[in-house]
C-alpha cells in the first residue's frame, strides 16, 4: 500500500501553517526568555546579593531555598499552560489545516 505524497513546500506556504508557526513560535520564545531569566535570577541573586537569599522564612528554611524549590514549580505551571494553550489554540490551527488540506 503507498503512502499518500504531500506537497510539504504548498503546506510550509500556507496560511494556516504560517500562522500556525507563527503562534506558536512566538510563545515558546516569550515562554523561553521568561524562564531563562527566571533560571539565572537564582545565581546572580545569590551571588551579588546574598543578604537576600540568607533571610530565613520558616526556620531554618531561607529566601535562597524557597526560591530555588519554586523554579520547580514555575517550570511545571508554565508546561500546563502551554499544554492549555496547545489543546485550545494550537490543535486547533492544526485541525483547521489538515481539514483544508484534505478537501
Known amino acids: 500500500m503507498a503512502e499518500k505524497q504531500y506537497d510539504w513546500k504548498a503546506i510550509a506556504k500556507h496560511p494556516k501553517f504560517v500562522e500556525l508557526h507563527h503562534r506558536k513560535s512566538a510563545f515558546l520564545f516569550g515562554w523561553w526568555v521568561f524562564s531563562l531569566v527566571y533560571y539565572f535570577l537564582l545565581p546572580i541573586g545569590a551571588a551579588y546579593t546574598p543578604g537576600i537569599f540568607k533571610v530565613k522564612v520558616i526556620g531554618v528554611i531561607n529566601f535562597g531555598y524557597v526560591f530555588a524549590l519554586s ?14 494553550v496547545a489543546n485550545k489554540d494550537f490543535d486547533r490551527l492544526t485541525r483547521e489545516l489538515i481539514d483544508e488540506l484534505h478537501a
Open 71 to 84: 523554579q520547580f514549580f514555575v517550570s511545571w505551571g508554565i508546561a500546563l499552560f502551554y499544554a492549555h
